[in-house]
């Protein structure tokens, strides 16, 4: 090890081989039990963050405030202009800010006869919430269930570098919404175009989507709205301020969630369930970041951490640290394949990723980013159960959303290969 910047990093040069600690099956069945204990502040932020925005959810003040939005686009030629934008801006800080993406599965029932009332397709009903939301997850600036935890797990200050990563989300989200808009646009003036103009001749009958029982937001829905965005302000100030960590952010999502409690006149029943309820949705979560630390606990004690290293450099190192940083986005994008979870793939890659990063001359900062813009291929892999969930609720066939999908996803690539450029030359530490 030596010192940069305050940080220990690894020398390369210091490597050698050293007698195996062969592990055996005591070690193998107390790794599980090891990993719940090393990796307990990470566990216990996920259930708290997962419990708190539950409690958000049940007041269903961002149901309200999506129905506002889409009841306006009848009154207003602006919001009618700028209904993709909006709905494609507001699940993407979604799931930039707190995760949002299985959510996506329930919110298609709702765009999906939506678009079509507006003339448009089961594919821009499915892509609004859906693509949406795992835009914003993949390029997540505030999303502590992966920036969070992956910076946490690589040793960096939790959020730090979200000024480059607001530029990527914002980046990731305009391309997003251009296509979205050309493409609708060109359904609008002909729907045969559409992969899914078949299959939507029957749902367009029943298109029309009645808000005569919906009488807009009111003041409760508001103040729970005000008091989340107060929550994530007052987190990015006391991160950029005063330096805090997990058990910072923790409480303050606590706090928000009693506040929000108080607010929306729940009981106490009523708090305790919705938040056991998110945090229990979290559990297989929180197995994995545990399986995870385990195996690395493994790896470490039968002191082959290294050699793994080692062997992985030579895939990763380029004559150039930016071509490094590219290969572990493909790299990513491959794990993101059979890992989906993105507190998992953090808690299982980047024990690995951050000091290999270190090796290829690659920042922290720039391996986590690598590791967030893997998760842009979760819209086309069948093997997500959000992508397979949303695709069998709007009834669309995974192979005509994939062929429609492929043009876009070639994009994100290209888009992902260029943004892990300017992190070298702006030095992002």
């Given amino acids: 090890m030596h010192m940069v910047n305050g940080k220990s990093l690894i020398d390369p040069a210091s490597f050698h081989y050293v007698s195996s600690n062969p592990q055996g099956a005591v070690a193998l069945m107390m790794a599980p039990v090891k990993g719940f204990v090393e990796a307990a502040l990470i566990i216990v932020f996920v259930l708290v963050t997962g419990g708190a925005f539950a409690v958000v959810q049940k007041t269903e003040s961002l149901d309200m405030l999506i129905k506002s939005i889409a009841r306006a686009h009848t009154h207003s030629r602006f919001v009618r202009a700028a209904t993709i934008p909006l709905f494609v801006t507001l699940f993407s800080l979604g799931g930039a800010t707190f995760g949002m993406s299985e959510e996506a599965i329930v919110f298609s029932m709702l765009f999906v006869p939506l678009a079509l009332a507006l003339g448009y397709d089961s594919i821009v009903g499915v892509s609004l ?20 935890i992956a910076q946490g797990i690589a040793g960096i200050p939790i959020f730090s570098g979200i000024g480059y990563r607001l530029f990527v989300w914002t980046v990731i989200t305009f391309t997003t919404i251009a296509f979205l808009m050309w493409y609708a646009a060109k359904i609008r003036k002909n729907p045969q175009k559409s992969p899914t103009y078949g299959l939507d001749l029957e749902k367009r009958q029943n298109a029309a989507i009645n808000f005569d029982d919906f009488n807009g937001m009111n003041g ?9 965005l107060a ?17 910072e952010i923790a ?40 399986l995870a630390r385990g ?8 002191h082959v951490i290294d050699t793994i290293l080692h062997a992985l450099m030579p895939l990763v190192q380029s004559a150039h640290p930016i071509f490094s940083a590219q ?22 890659t980047m024990p690995v990723m951050a000091p290999l990063s270190d090796l290829v001359g690659v920042s922290r900062q720039t391996a986590i980013l690598a590791f967030q813009l893997g998760e842009l291929s ?10 397979v969930g949303v695709l069998a609720l709007a009834r669309i066939p995974w192979i005509t959303w994939a062929r429609w999908m492929l043009p ?9 290969l260029l943004l892990l450029v300017p992190p070298y030359f702006i030095n992002w530490q």
Wanted: proline share 4%; glycine share 6%; charged share 5%.
């Fill in 129 to 148: 919430p859906f693509i949406g939301s795992q835009i914003g997850f993949a390029a997540a600036f505030l999303n502590p269930f992966n920036v969070g």
């Fill in 220 to 228: 409760t829905h508001s103040v729970v709205l005000w008091i989340f």
């Fill in 231 to 247: 929550s994530l302000a007052c987190m990015v100030f006391g991160v950029i301020q005063y330096n805090w960590f997990i058990e």
């Fill in 251 to 290: 409480a303050l999502f606590l706090v928000m969630a009693i506040l929000i409690a108080v607010v929306s006149r729940m009981d106490a029943d009523q708090f305790v369930s919705a938040f056991m309820l998110g945090a229990k949705d979290l559990v297989p979560t929180a197995l994995v970041i545990a």
């Fill in 295 to 302: 195996t690395l606990i493994l790896a470490r004690e039968a």
């Fill in 327 to 348: 290969k572990m986005y493909l790299i990513q994008s491959v794990i993101n394949f059979f890992v989906h979870s993105g507190s998992g793939q953090a808690a299982l």
């Fill in 378 to 387: 979760t819209p086309i892999i069948p093997t997500s159960g959000v992508t």
């Fill in 408 to 416: 876009l996803q070639l994009i994100y690539l290209l888009l992902a």
